[in-house]
Structure formats: structure tokens, C-alpha cells
């Protein structure tokens, strides 16, 4: 596999080796030696998570305050533009983002670790996101900044409105929103 530091250093993209042929390929999609010892990390997984949405649906931009998660991230179907937002308070990229197309074809991965805010919009008819996470899912932590806080500044790849669930509608400022 190949790990690349983005922008926001702690943030990694991961490209496992693909073995293909005119059949098709095959690679390893995870595996936690590997993946410790390519990160620097020691990170366990506990939950993995599959989500489908249409073309402009955007999710996001996702964290818990308690039991944070990090994020293992990638497209099986589709494509997608995914961002990463640090919200550490005493990290010297505090309230910046990297974002990275993530597609069927390209077989990226994006590392988020725990204290960042996550979210992606959907840029393919449609998209099937897996996501591995180091945490169990705890709703009454779940917070959310909104996706076009101009204090962070997204560029996301869309000409259009996107679609929002209603918690995502309800997203704060980061300058209003508990962080790290």
C-alpha cells in the first residue's frame, strides 16, 4: 500500500497495490498490520458502515465531541468529493480542509483521524461510501458545522444546491460549534 501525506499531515491518503487483469482485480481493501505499520498509527477498527445516496447529495461535515472516531473511507461505487475539516484547537491547521475525489476507478482511501469533522458530496449518479471507524456510533456526540461555513472555506466541486438531511440543515459555524 501507499500512504501520502495531504495537506493536513495527519490526514492520509491510501492506496492498496492492485493486482488486475482483463478478468477484473483483486486487492486487499484492509488489513490492520498493514495499516498500522504504514500510518504510524495503532488504531483498531470496530464498526464498519455503508451508506448509498444520489448525485449532490452531500453528508456532512460529521464528528463526535466524546468517543471521537477516525475514519477509514472509500467509494465502491460512484464518486464522491471527501473533506476532511481539522478541529483541534491547538493544532496548527486548525479550521482548514483537504478534500480528495474518492472513486470506483481511482481505489483511494482517506484516513480522517479522530478530531475532525468529515463529510462528502456525491458527484456520480450515485455512490456506495465504506467506512471503517474506531469508535461505535454515539448519537447523543454527534455534532455537525455546516458545510459552507465561509470560515473554513470548502470548495466543493458542485454548480448546484446540495442535498442536505435535516440535521445537516442544522449545521453550526465552526466558530459556534464544540471542538476538540
Known amino acids: 500500500m501507499k500512504v501520502t501525506p495531504t495537506a493536513i499531515p495527519d490526514v492520509l491518503v491510501i492506496e492498496p497495490k492492485v493486482f488486475g487483469d482483463a478478468r477484473g482485480f483483486f486487492y486487499e481493501s484492509f ?67 483537504v478534500g480528495i475525489e474518492l472513486t470506483e476507478d481511482n481505489q483511494k482511501q482517506l484516513w480522517v483521524p479522530p478530531g475532525f469533522a468529515h463529510g462528502f458530496v456525491v458527484t456520480s449518479e450515485t455512490a456506495d461510501f465504506l467506512y471503517k471507524t474506531t469508535d461505535y456510533y454515539a448519537p447523543e456526540y454527534e455534532r455537525c458545522i455546516a458545510w459552507n461555513d465561509p470560515a473554513i472555506g470548502i470548495q466543493w466541486p458542485i454548480d448546484l444546491l446540495p442535498s442536505l438531511s435535516a440535521k445537516d440543515q442544522q449545521g453550526l459555524a465552526l466558530r459556534d460549534a464544540e471542538t476538540f
Not at 50 to 62: I, N, P
Open 31 to 97: 488489513n490492520q498490520q498493514a495499516f498500522n505499520e504504514a500510518t504510524g498509527t495503532n488504531h483498531q477498527f470496530v464498526q464498519d458502515n455503508h451508506s448509498r445516496s444520489a448525485k449532490g447529495v452531500l453528508r456532512g461535515l460529521h464528528y463526535q465531541i466524546q468517543q471521537p472516531q477516525g475514519k477509514l473511507v472509500r467509494v465502491v461505487r460512484g464518486a464522491v468529493f471527501d473533506v476532511a475539516v481539522d478541529i483541534r484547537k491547538s493544532s496548527p491547521t486548525f479550521g482548514q480542509w
